[in-house]
């Protein structure tokens, strides 16, 4: 049984950043340490901050500064972008064309998937083909965004071999048939201040993005450093707040990374309030497996010993499909 969580770890990863690619980096004792912490947070609470992440805080101001400039822009400016079955459901949707579980979601955003060529995946990925809207305004949007995309595909990959560690594993369980071709999701969001939202479009409840668990493997958050607005369900039930830590990355895993461990680690309940005056923005990038890959318990002596657990075995991208199917209203 879990140990029940009442705040959100922060772990220096920079030691096992240090030793990712090294062959004896199982042997290191920072790196162990980093792995411990890793498991621990993971098994009790699913979410935790990093630092010593390697990613420049002056790009992950940009990215968010960037990410604001255009939600500020006029509607029939943004809606150049909007989101289409056609572009592979990339694109721009605005307030309360997003819904979890049936309610819309008081927040606006641009999706963005990894490029699928046609035919790429056959009829498994034929709904996602496409590839991603990019504003023309700001200027520097598109190549900001992938600069961070590349840089957050690396550290997820990195953090993922702690984490395969973690499990009892060999750094490398992810990478190969697993996620050695990750496929990637990027939500950029914008949340109005609780002031903002008014007159005849508003709508009738305050949450920016209701309770959800994430698809994949793991999410790296990217979020403002001075409005407090995640909040992450503990084991009692209770709502936890994940308040902002400046020059962190906030880390939650995801449904298949749950799969993997056997129901050891649990991809945890999250939602957004923002219940502050200022517009809100998050940059949220998901690592995921492979596209066309089976999911099912890795095979350690850390995940046998959770029993023999009954779990369906999905392929990754036919679980995408069926959730981005049902995620919009689009007008």
């Known amino acids: 049984m879990a140990t029940e969580f009442s705040s959100i770890p922060v772990i220096d990863i920079s030691p096992l950043l240090a030793k990712v690619d090294d062959p004896k980096m199982v042997e290191d004792p920072g790196v162990l340490e980093v792995v ?83 035919g790429m995946y056959g009829d498994l990925g034929k709904v996602m083909e496409g590839s991603n ?28 071999r702690g984490i395969a560690l973690a499990l009892g594993g060999s750094p490398n369980e992810f990478e190969g048939q697993r996620a050695g071709d990750p496929f990637w999701v990027m939500r950029i969001i914008g949340y109005p201040g609780v002031s903002s939202v008014n007159g005849k479009h508003a709508l009738q409840n305050d949450i920016g993005c209701g309770a959800h668990t994430d698809y994949g493997l793991l999410t790296l958050l990217n979020q403002d450093d001075d409005i407090n607005a995640l909040q992450v369900r503990n084991l009692s039930g209770e709502w936890i707040s994940a308040p902002p830590v400046p020059g962190s990355i906030v880390c939650n895993i995801g449904d298949m990374l749950k799969i993997y461990s056997n129901g050891l680690y649990e991809s945890t309940l999250h939602r957004v309030i923002n219940n502050n005056s200022k517009y809100r923005v998050s940059v949220v990038y998901f690592y995921e497996t492979n596209f066309d890959t089976v999911v099912e318990p890795l095979d350690t002596h850390k995940t046998r010993a959770n029993g023999n657990r009954k779990f369906e075995r999905p392929v990754y991208g036919e679980h995408l499909v069926s959730k981005v199917l049902t995620n919009f209203v689009l007008e």
Not at 74 to 88: L, N
Not at 140 to 156: P, Q
Request: aromatic letters at 10%.
């Open 133 to 160: 809207q990019w504003p023309q305004n700001p200027p520097t949007f598109k190549v900001l965004m992938e600069e961070y995309i590349s840089l957050c595909t690396d550290l997820a990959r990195k953090i993922m």
């Open 36 to 118: 411990r912490q890793l498991d621990k947070a993971c098994t009790e609470a699913g979410f935790f901050y990093v630092k010593g992440h390697g990613v420049p805080e002056s790009l992950l101001k940009e990215v968010k500064d960037v990410t604001r400039k255009f939600f500020e822009l006029p509607y029939e400016e943004k809606a150049k972008i909007k989101m289409t079955p056609a572009a592979g459901y990339r694109g721009y949707e605005r307030i309360g064309e997003n819904i979890t579980k049936g309610v819309p979601d008081m927040h606006e955003a641009i999706d963005c998937y990894r490029e699928v060529t046609k």
